[in-house]
């Protein structure tokens, strides 16, 4: 018996538990990192980036609660300022990540597990220790009580094991892929001894406890939030953080519409603003401040993916559910008109799912595309094997007869007719009735000459502009025709893909997939994304994807612009260069006491 029990255990010494990989100071999607161990800091900083000052941002709409992990109630803006994550994003990088709260990571090499190793200084704001416990507490509470979104990121994350006070190791289920251990790198740590004795799930306006470099000050809901900077944050020498969260504090305003927000910028209720408009950028930019060099207004380079802004539809209702229909309306959209009149030919018709990178399609597919869409032939459109994706062109006019009698033709096809004035379908005798649901009024002018060409056509539609808390509402419950769809895009997409367009997805409340797509070729194409084994096999398998999206005319695509327009009061210094993947704002930007004082001695009284 004695020599059984030796046997037995060599024999399971010689079985390795988890197939373990090397420690690393980080990690990225295909192992490649720019920053070596023991980097000094990120190239887009300033180092030596002097601390302190007031930085006034703006907001939109109204917050009701201080916790953003839960589906309940509308989040202040911000939040993520008092909480560290394991890992911290590289923004020079493609889904790069390096140490925040642990000190080095193991991935398996089977990738069935990640283990990471806690930095013992770490600490939560009440100078308690991060512990390894905390991080599993954190999964297991997000999953089950957070919004639906977690259940559905962290599905392929079976558990997370402590392993001792500052060891822990998530374990995967599933087919194996490279982006789990990157995606729990990003999960947000909570401190179990403040939430285990508190309802998680419901609104608060209770300040929670944190372990980022800011901590939640004043709360006015509805009106201001202020964060104030932490002077002991334990992780203020990493080379992650070196030169970042300058300002002492972060006040975000808030204001109900663009309109306001612009006209409180001009008088100098706040400091920085992204302009998202075109119009307002060309005609509101040329007040007193930009013209005595108060106010900085300029672009810059984004290198980021702009992803796909969209009127997207929504194919649960059975109208939209014919492919045809789709494509007809779609026809209905005069982007040359709109561009020359409204945008003053800013943008650029967007044409991908992953525009502005090189993830998006192009031309016919590539071979390496084709092994993957050759499968799928008869559930997939036969437009991907054989054209090239453009979306509907027009002269600019306005008056594009020869699409409306392509989409007449179109919807003829789908079975639907005009009858007694009303575009109706043969079979159902459904009379086709559109509502474009918005929360921003300045979609308005954009959808009145499709609202016309839609009746022209014989439909009737309505425009409904709704504040953000009845949107957001409605978004979650999948109730609406039409809406101006956004999906961002990474470098490196991954799991995201399934809540954007998975079937798993389609009827989850608070999914990202407002379509109701539910397709299993498509499920197909989004694990070819996820499973990629190389660079080169993600961006098949995306370009693949965006074709079959493409040409299912899911979306009316909208427009682009590869540049930031900022503008902001004169009173900053910042790096020579943003980030690539950023703006680096309000993140590696800092108070200049200089301009600040200059500026302040030449607005007293006036703007």
């Known amino acids: 018996m004695r020599a059984v029990l030796v046997i037995v255990g060599l024999l399971l010494l010689a079985l390795p538990a988890v197939a373990e990989g090397t420690a690393r100071h980080g990690m990225s999607m295909f192992g490649e990192l720019k920053y070596p161990a023991g980097f000094k800091h990120f190239d887009y900083v300033n180092p030596g980036a002097p601390k302190g000052g007031l930085v006034r941002l703006e907001a939109r709409g109204t917050y009701d609660t201080l916790n953003g992990f839960t589906i309940k109630g509308n989040a202040a803006a911000g939040l993520g300022l008092i909480y560290d994550t394991l890992l911290e994003s590289a923004r020079d990088e493609a889904f790069a990540e390096y140490g925040l709260l642990v000190e080095s990571v193991v991935v398996a090499d089977d990738l069935s597990s990640v283990t990471f190793d806690l930095r013992p200084e770490a600490r939560w704001h009440d100078g308690k220790p991060i512990t390894a416990e905390d991080v599993a507490f954190s999964l297991d509470l997000l999953k089950a009580k957070g919004a639906p979104f977690y259940r559905f990121y962290y599905a392929n994350v079976d558990k997370a094991e402590v392993l001792s006070p500052h060891k822990v190791r998530f374990t995967f289920k599933g087919q194996k892929n490279r982006e789990l251990p990157l995606i729990v790198g990003q999960l947000p740590v909570l401190p179990k001894h403040y939430w285990q004795d508190r309802e998680f799930s419901t609104t608060t306006l209770e300040p929670p406890l944190g372990s980022g470099p800011y901590r939640i000050g004043k709360v006015d809901p509805g009106r201001s939030i202020t964060f104030e900077r932490v002077a002991d944050y334990w992780g203020r020498g990493l080379n992650v953080n070196k030169g970042r969260y300058n300002f002492a504090t972060l006040r975000f305003e808030y204001y109900r519409d663009s309109t306001v927000s612009l006209e409180a910028f001009k008088a100098n209720a706040f400091d920085f603003r992204q302009e998202n408009t075109a119009k307002i950028w060309a005609t509101q930019y040329k007040f007193p401040a930009i013209k005595k060099g108060r106010v900085i207004r300029k672009t810059l380079a984004n290198g980021n993916p702009t992803g796909m802004q969209s009127f997207a539809f929504n194919i649960r209702r059975e109208k939209f559910q014919s492919r045809r229909v789709r494509q007809a309306l779609a026809l209905t959209f005069d982007f040359e008109w709109a561009n020359k009149n409204l945008f003053f030919g800013q943008y650029t018709r967007t044409q991908s799912f992953f525009s502005n990178s090189e993830l998006a399609s192009h031309g016919l597919p590539a071979p390496a595309e084709l092994q993957l869409l050759e499968p799928l032939r008869g559930q997939i459109p036969e437009e991907v094997f054989s054209k090239a994706y453009q979306a509907p062109k027009t002269d600019g006019s306005g008056n594009s007869r020869r699409h409306l009698r392509q989409a007449k033709r179109l919807l003829a096809e789908a079975g639907w007719s005009v009858k007694?004035?009303?575009?109706t379908n043969a079979k159902s005798g459904q009379v086709m009735e559109v509502e474009f649901l918005l929360v921003n009024q300045g979609f308005e002018r954009i959808v009145a000459p499709m609202q016309r060409a839609m009746e022209r056509l014989g439909a009737k539609v309505s425009v409904r502009v709704v504040d953000t808390s009845q949107y957001v509402?409605?978004?979650?419950?999948?109730?609406?025709?039409?809406?101006?769809?956004?999906?961002?895009?990474?470098?490196?997409?991954?799991?995201?893909?399934?809540?954007?367009?998975?079937a798993a997805a389609a009827n989850r409340p608070g999914s990202r997939n407002y379509i109701g797509i539910k397709d299993a070729a498509i499920d197909k194409l989004i694990d070819h994304i996820i499973f990629a084994k190389s660079r080169a096999g993600l961006v098949a398998a995306t370009r693949a994807l965006d074709r079959v999206l493409l040409w299912n005319h899911f979306v009316i695509p909208n427009w682009h612009i590869d540049k930031y327009r900022?503008?902001?009061?004169?009173?900053f210094g910042h790096p020579p260069a943003p980030p690539k993947y950023g703006l680096g704002f309000p993140d590696t930007w800092w108070l200049d006491t200089v301009k600040d004082q200059a500026l302040q001695t030449a607005t007293k009284g006036r703007n």
């Open 420 to 423: 007694d004035g009303r575009l």
């Open 473 to 502: 509402n409605r978004l979650r419950d999948f109730d609406f025709d039409i809406i101006v769809g956004g999906w961002g895009q990474s470098l490196s997409p991954g799991n995201e893909q399934r809540d954007f367009w998975g």
């Open 566 to 571: 900022i503008a902001y009061w004169n009173r």
